[in-house]
């Protein structure tokens, strides 16, 4: 099973921009289907995009972002990113990328949607650490 590790995030005012990393160590991350999921303190998980394994050529977004979130992979780097434009406030939270080898891409655009809980996290085989993501003027 893979390991993740989750980078790029920091510090920056409303309307910038920040790309996330999420680099995956100990096996081939093109087997697993791939989301990006986020936390304020004291809040519910949420999610924020998913990518399907492969070539990735399925992609869902929460309405939040939509149009100003990009979800990428890279295969060759065992990378998936999530590039993050027009940052807003609401935004800010710990970033955090989860995979999943065995779940279908529909079943995990689902969980993502619906992602609240410890339990709803623990239906996916791996999470990385977290990078935080400050919005601030």
């Known amino acids: 099973q893979v390991q993740l590790v989750e980078s790029g995030g920091g510090l920056v005012q409303p309307g910038g921009s920040l790309k996330l990393s999420c680099v995956a160590s100990?096996?081939?991350?093109?087997?697993?289907?791939v989301g990006w999921f986020r936390q304020v303190p004291g809040k519910e998980r949420e999610g924020v995009a998913c990518?399907?394994?492969?070539?990735?050529?399925?992609?869902e977004y929460v309405d939040s972002v939509k149009g100003r979130f990009t979800i990428s992979r890279d295969n060759a780097k065992n990378t998936v990113y999530l590039q993050m434009n027009d940052l807003k406030l609401e935004d800010a939270a710990v970033y955090y990328c989860?995979?999943?080898?065995?779940?279908?891409?529909?079943?995990?655009?689902?969980?993502?949607?619906?992602?609240?809980?410890?339990?709803?996290?623990?239906?996916?085989?791996?999470w990385g650490q977290g990078t935080e993501v400050s919005v601030s003027s």
């Open positions: 990518i399907s394994k492969s070539s990735g050529e399925k992609i």
């Open positions: 989860a995979a999943d080898w065995a779940m279908g891409f529909i079943q995990f655009a689902e969980l993502m949607r619906r992602m609240r809980t410890t339990e709803d996290a623990s239906y996916l085989d791996v």
């Open positions: 100990g096996g081939t991350l093109d087997h697993y289907t």
